[in-house]
């Protein structure tokens, strides 16, 4: 019988994808911290100047600002037409105000702060001053990326705002967009760094623009971006819950059971006014102590910005002092009004808090129910103290309660209470060890009244 053989041919296709597709567009701001520009005219009508004094120690430096937007593929980059790059006159590298006492000069009538100013005197005066300035770049084609380098020369560079305030000339302030458009000649490589943590590109300028005419004026600009990602917005958590410490000798007193409880005393529970060896019973007011829900803080963060030492002024606080001190005769509702304080942060973290409200508990079940107690609640860097106390009549006596409660409030992403903390973050009182052992205290004196 004769073999069949089969033979199978298997046919491999391989599509190459253009890189162009696997693209991304990143939008950068420009760092004022880490970039800047230099300028100088280099020649006018063919005549080379001789640098003078610039306006202060600060140079002919301008920070420079504003946003850098990039087209990114697996092997190259490019700048887009959306760039912009803002020339500022802010204290760094700011070359000061064209302006005074023994400035005379013909056409300083309205002095204001400058991109650049400086005066020359060889081979005749001349002073310039260059406000509003504005540049946008591209590039026309894509640069080769290799290894986070590409070429720094060939975008193109254009003059999109500018006005020129100058001593010599017809008329003293020149329009400096119709400048013709001009290319980047810096030589080396800009860098492009991309990781999962950071994005930061860092470009060389080096360009000059030229504009011919009867008087021909060159001028000079050098310098360097860093153009990175956004910031995120700061947002702050709202309302905060704001925790604190008990002091040791917080206290609350039922005078009308002739009695009262203080966060140091063991075991817990209510002992006889003026004779604290008496107890009358186990029952634990201070029920999360040493800790005190001081309660939620609302702040107006229209003007935060996360950064150094910043103030907030307080809108909002609630709070519900049943959860941290439970008298023992039932669940008490907590009312607020009149608040007013600020809220002190450093970078973003709250570090300082400082407010009064007017307090007012009343009790919501039992033989109690209905009774109402009114005091303050006050935090004076971030010493917090409920002070509450009032006597209403009733058939049986005067029903008089009485909360003394102190602490040291703790914030949102501070680490937990500590005489440390309180010592880092400057506030007004610290934690100290109770003077006395056991019930007795002689921290606060027993109010018997």
Not at 101 to 120: I, L
Not at 144 to 165: C, D, K, M, Q
Not at 173 to 200: C, E, M, R
Request: charged letters at 20%; proline letters at 7%; aromatic letters at 10%.
């Amino acid at each position: 019988m004769e073999k069949l053989s089969l033979q199978i041919t298997l046919v491999l296709v391989v599509v190459l994808i253009p890189a162009r597709l696997f693209s991304e567009t990143v939008e950068l701001e420009i760092d004022p911290s880490e970039s800047f520009i230099n300028t100088k005219p280099s020649s006018f009508n063919g005549l080379a100047f001789v640098e003078g004094k610039p306006q202060n120690s600060e140079g002919f430096g301008a920070p420079l600002s504003e946003t850098l937007v990039l087209d990114i593929t697996s092997s190259g980059i490019k700048i887009m037409p959306e760039a912009t790059i803002v020339v500022d006159h802010n204290e760094t590298g700011f070359p000061g105000p064209f302006s005074g006492g023994d400035d005379t000069r013909e056409f300083n009538q309205e002095p204001g702060p400058a991109v650049f100013a400086y005066e020359f005197s060889t081979p005749f005066p001349l002073s310039v001053a260059i406000r509003d300035l504005k540049f946008q770049t591209s590039d026309a084609a894509e640069k080769t990326l290799t290894n986070g380098n590409f070429p720094a020369s060939g975008s193109e560079f254009s003059i999109s705002s500018g006005v020129a305030y100058i001593t010599l000339g017809l008329p003293p302030q020149s329009d400096l967009t119709p400048y013709p458009k001009t290319i980047n000649a810096a030589k080396g490589n800009g860098t492009w760094v991309d990781t999962d943590s950071a994005q930061k590109l860092t470009l060389t300028l080096n360009f000059s623009f030229e504009f011919p005419g009867a008087i021909t004026i060159k001028s000079e600009y050098e310098g360097t971006i860093v153009a990175k990602p956004a910031a995120a917005p700061f947002a702050l958590e709202r309302p905060m819950d704001v925790r604190g410490r008990l002091d040791d000798d917080s206290r609350f007193y039922d005078y009308f059971s002739d009695a009262y409880t203080e966060v140091q005393f063991t075991p817990d529970g209510f002992y006889q006014i003026g004779n604290s060896d008496r107890q009358y019973g186990s029952w634990e007011v201070f029920k999360d102590q040493p800790f005190f829900q001081v309660g939620n803080v609302t702040v107006d963060d229209s003007n935060l910005t996360g950064q150094g030492v910043e103030k907030a002024t307080v809108t909002g606080y609630s709070a519900s002092f049943f959860e941290s001190a439970d008298s023992s005769r039932g669940p008490y509702d907590t009312t607020i009004s009149n608040v007013a304080g600020s809220l002190g942060f450093v970078d973003g973290k709250p570090a300082n808090l400082n407010m009064e409200s007017d307090i007012e508990l009343t009790f919501t079940t039992g033989a109690v129910n209905g009774f109402s107690f009114k005091g303050k609640m006050t935090v004076e860097n971030n010493r917090f103290h409920l002070d509450v106390d009032k006597t209403n009549p009733t058939p049986l006596g005067s029903l008089r309660f009485r909360w003394g409660v102190r602490g040291l409030a703790d914030l949102p992403g501070l680490p937990e209470t500590s005489n440390q903390g309180a010592f880092l973050l400057s506030f007004s009182g610290i934690l100290t060890p109770a003077n006395d052992v056991g019930r007795k205290s002689c921290v606060m004196p027993v109010d018997e009244a």
